[in-house]
């Protein structure tokens, strides 16, 4: 139930004022520190996963977040308010409603504002909620792209009566005691005079119709929660964090309205070798002191495969090069970001005896001219102390 739910801001970790990058960072954080590969088989990581998904489902998206800081878990909950269809229905159910109490002394004024006065149609068509899943990517797949089965837990009309919620051969009927409104009114007598007023009416629970005969699958309801499969297209580019919109894939419409859409939440597993930075990637190869010094043809990965480059004599540590158009495919745009290579040089360790006498002749036949930034370092010595 909503009530048993931990605030989605401490879920994440944050306060309501949080910027929509700062909510970004913090969900990124949390996905990683309960992701299911980091902790195989634990149920207790799983359950705080999803709960982390689920807080920056709603919170990052603009419309579910105002609801959230307004009515909390209740305003986000497809289960709870009139009928279950939607947030503008107002406050009903286990609040009661609220409406009828302001419509006893103003007349219903308040119109729909508090969920009383005057009512929708039950009728009427409505759009369904929007149902979220999550999908795990490799580095690899959200850069290239692929397609993904996700399983999504949803909402839909029931096949055995389409929706109906009414038995094979049968139909249900208006209600006779609110004709087909939902609400009945009734005139109460008061010290400021007469007052109208309006509520959900008993016989048929705002729903309109009487079923004689209800659906044994949905109870009468005409709509079942079930858990699908669903292949999606996840698009090159795609980056840690962000969410995938399918439309129309969430809950059905009611009343013929139209379905709500599927909101993937993206996590994108940490590669070996690579990270990015928006379009670009970035990695680092380690070379021996002697490539460092006299050049070589070295071997680097890229998301495409292997290439050659050649590297200058007297590379430095830290020097880096770019591969051009080597990088992540743009996100629905033509062109891709480029590859940075940092090159690290290492240090032999573990020598032999005849490997340090070998460097011990190397170190005396060098000179301060063979060496840039000790020879710049010396003659900035000799200018500090005056040698």
Do not use: W
């Not at 209600?175 to 109460?188: A, E, I, K, R, Y």
């Not at 005396?364 to 930034?373: F, H, I, Q, V």
């Amino acid at each position: 139930m909503a009530q048993d739910k931990r605030d989605y801001y401490d879920v994440l970790g944050v306060d309501k004022s949080v910027s929509d990058e700062d909510l970004k960072k913090a969900y990124r954080k949390a996905a990683k520190k309960y992701h299911p590969d980091l902790h195989p088989g634990d149920a207790e990581a799983e359950k705080s996963f999803k709960e982390v998904n689920e807080a920056y489902e709603v919170l990052s998206d603009k419309e579910k977040r105002a609801r959230y800081d307004q009515f909390g878990h209740a305003g986000v909950d497809p289960n709870f308010g009139a009928g279950g269809g939607g947030y503008g229905g107002g406050f009903t159910g286990d609040f009661g409603d609220i409406g009828d109490i302001f419509s006893q002394f103003f007349g219903g004024g308040f119109g729909g504002g508090f969920g009383g006065g005057r009512r929708s149609n039950p009728n009427a068509p409505r759009r369904g909620n929007d149902a979220s899943a999550v999908v795990n990517l490799s580095f690899e797949e959200a850069a290239k792209g692929c397609k993904k089965t996700v399983k999504v837990t949803k909402i839909d009309n029931c096949t055995d009566c389409g929706g109906s919620g009414c038995e094979k051969g049968s139909t249900a009927k208006t209600c006779p005691v609110c004709h087909g409104s939902g609400q009945v009114s009734s005139v109460q007598r008061t010290p400021f005079g007469q007052i109208q007023t309006q509520q959900v009416c008993n016989n048929c629970h705002g729903s309109g119709k009487i079923i004689d005969k209800p659906c044994k699958t949905c109870a009468g309801k005409g709509r079942i929660r079930h858990t699908v499969e669903q292949t999606v297209e996840i698009p090159a580019g795609i980056d840690d964090g962000q969410v995938i919109s399918v439309r129309g894939g969430g809950d059905a419409g009611v009343n013929g309205g139209p379905s709500g859409d599927l909101r993937i939440n993206v996590n994108v597993r940490p590669h070996p070798i690579f990270h990015r930075d928006g379009y670009d990637v970035y990695c680092e190869i380690p070379i021996t002191f002697t490539q460092a010094a006299l050049g070589a043809e070295i071997t680097v990965p890229t998301l495409d495969g292997k290439v050659k480059f050649t590297i200058h004599e007297g590379t430095q540590p830290d020097d880096e090069f770019k591969l051009k158009g080597k990088g992540i495919q743009r996100l629905n745009y033509a062109g891709k970001g480029d590859q940075y290579v940092k090159i690290v040089v290492e240090v032999p360790h573990d020598l032999s005896k005849a490997q340090r006498e070998k460097l011990r002749e190397f170190e005396d036949a060098m000179e301060d001219k063979n060496y840039r930034k000790r020879k710049s370092f010396t003659e900035k010595l000799k200018e500090f102390f005056g040698d």
